[in-house]
């Protein structure tokens, strides 16, 4: 049997691998005026095959590519983890539904019995090879999207994350003071750094120090640095995070934790433009941009005495306010994409794509973790779901419960419902619940249903609910 793909233009190839000599020509008479075809018999011939060049679609005979059907099952998920765009056509002489409900699982997109009409088959492979044509064209198009709308590390095409954009350009060239105000979780770190990497001082030293993650006893010392000696464990000098930060940024997160006490020294140091390290005696000139973020109410704090007023003026030179996810309208694709991207290429796998009610879900929610969480799940979903596409039953319970997407494809399953049926079912559970309520009087029952009594009586006769 032929294997030789030949390569031309506009032209989809197509590889048949079977033992079954009946299929040559039945595939040559449907398929080779329209594809390059390609056929092999064993498993090593279509590897061989497909490290020379991947077809754009492989129809496997399940009963004869190893020694069992299961071993065909097993080749379609191999096929799959090389090629997520393969079309895959299983072909079969078994009526097994398992065997189907298996080469669903493996995610073939067509799946034929023998006898097998190959003029179906044609027909199949126009269909399916156009979708995923499709598919391919818009995921290219959502990275062409994502890398327009890509903002240093920020990736965002909404109206509320141009405005940031926008504040970043405009204090990027000054040595201002920056206070980035957002939820947690909305990325202002990346604010930070793209301000950093727009201006003058992007070859120097980004320092940033989450105040929120050291405890109090040893923020001191990781800000201002401590001499030999300063006190039990300081056996050798060091300098801190401001010293360090000398001609660059200091990034201060979660500026809001900090202690009083701490809050004064910093002020000090902003005033003067010196940091004296803890046991020091002098004071040493640096040279810095402070940029802070904080996810607290710091006029709340102010006027309870929790946060220093002249500090506050300090810091709250140029806010910069960063959305939460669920005010940037249209971000969600553009952000899924781009982790699915980093994340598959980070764990070596074939990229995954999202059924397209899932994106629905992932866009309805509110996102109290904001991108954070959503980088958090697109992590794990392309770690735990062993197929290319990620479904609604992957997702975590939470997102499920809170979608209306979700409830909706739970109202009509994928088999559709027999609709009359189950309007049946809602009129007499309507019906049942009104005569219960009246204690059976069918008079006031049509009251609480708001029908008239010709209708109620109607009803009762068509369902046998009620005394005659």
Request: charged share 25%; aromatic share 6%; with cysteine.
């Amino acid at each position: 049997m032929r294997a030789a793909l030949k390569s031309e233009p506009g032209r989809a190839s197509v590889v048949i691998v079977t033992t079954d000599e009946r299929v040559g020509p039945e595939a040559d008479t449907y398929l080779a005026g329209g594809y390059e075809l390609g056929m092999v018999q064993t498993w090593d011939q279509l590897l061989a095959l497909v490290n020379l060049q991947m077809p754009d679609a492989i129809l496997v005979d399940l009963d004869t590519v190893g020694e069992t059907s299961d071993d065909g099952i097993a080749a379609l998920g191999e096929l799959r983890a090389m090629g997520p765009d393969l079309v895959l056509i299983g072909l079969t002489r078994s009526n097994s539904r398992n065997l189907r409900l298996k080469a669903v699982g493996a995610t073939a997109d067509e799946y034929f019995v023998a006898p097998i009409n190959f003029e179906e088959v044609r027909a199949a492979l126009v269909r399916t090879l156009d979708k995923r044509a499709l598919e391919i064209e818009w995921r290219n198009r959502q990275s062409e999207q994502a890398e327009q709308h890509q903002f240093g590390d920020m990736i965002g095409a909404s109206e509320p994350m141009q405005r940031v954009y926008e504040a970043v350009r405009r204090v990027a060239d000054s040595n201002s003071t920056v206070l980035i105000r957002g939820e947690s979780g909305t990325g202002k770190e990346l604010v930070a750094r793209a301000i950093v990497a727009l201006g003058p001082r992007a070859e120097k030293p980004f320092i940033s120090i989450n105040c929120a993650a050291l405890p109090e006893n040893l923020i001191e010392a990781e800000l201002f640095g401590h001499e030999k000696g300063a006190f039990t464990d300081a056996r050798t000098a060091r300098p801190g995070h401001i010293e360090l930060a000398h001609t660059g940024t200091l990034f201060l997160d979660e500026i809001g934790t900090l202690g009083l006490a701490l809050q004064t020294k910093l002020l000090r140091v902003l005033e003067y433009r010196s940091v004296t390290r803890i046991g020091g005696q002098t004071a040493k000139k640096i040279d810095f941009r402070l940029i802070t973020a904080t996810n607290e109410d710091l006029e709340e704090m102010v006027k309870i005495g929790r946060f220093r007023e002249d500090l506050y003026y300090r810091i709250n030179v140029v806010p910069i306010a960063l959305p939460p996810l669920r005010e940037r309208t249209g971000d969600i694709p553009l952000l899924v994409d781009h982790f699915l991207r980093i994340y598959c290429a980070a764990n070596n796998t074939p990229l995954k794509r999202l059924d397209p009610e899932v994106m629905h879900i992932l866009e309805e929610d509110a996102w109290p973790g904001n991108v954070r969480e959503l980088e958090n799940l697109v992590q794990r979903l392309v770690l735990m779901v062993d197929g290319p596409t990620i479904k609604i039953h992957h997702l975590p319970q939470r997102l499920i419960y809170n979608s209306a997407a979700s409830q909706e494809s739970m109202l009509i399953p994928e088999g559709g419902v027999a609709f009359d049926e189950e309007i049946a079912k809602i009129e007499m559970a309507y019906l049942t619940a009104a005569l219960r309520r009246t204690e059976g009087s069918k008079i006031a029952a049509a009251r609480l249903l708001r029908v008239d009594k010709q209708r109620m009586h109607y009803l009762c006769r068509k369902y046998g609910i009620g005394k005659a």
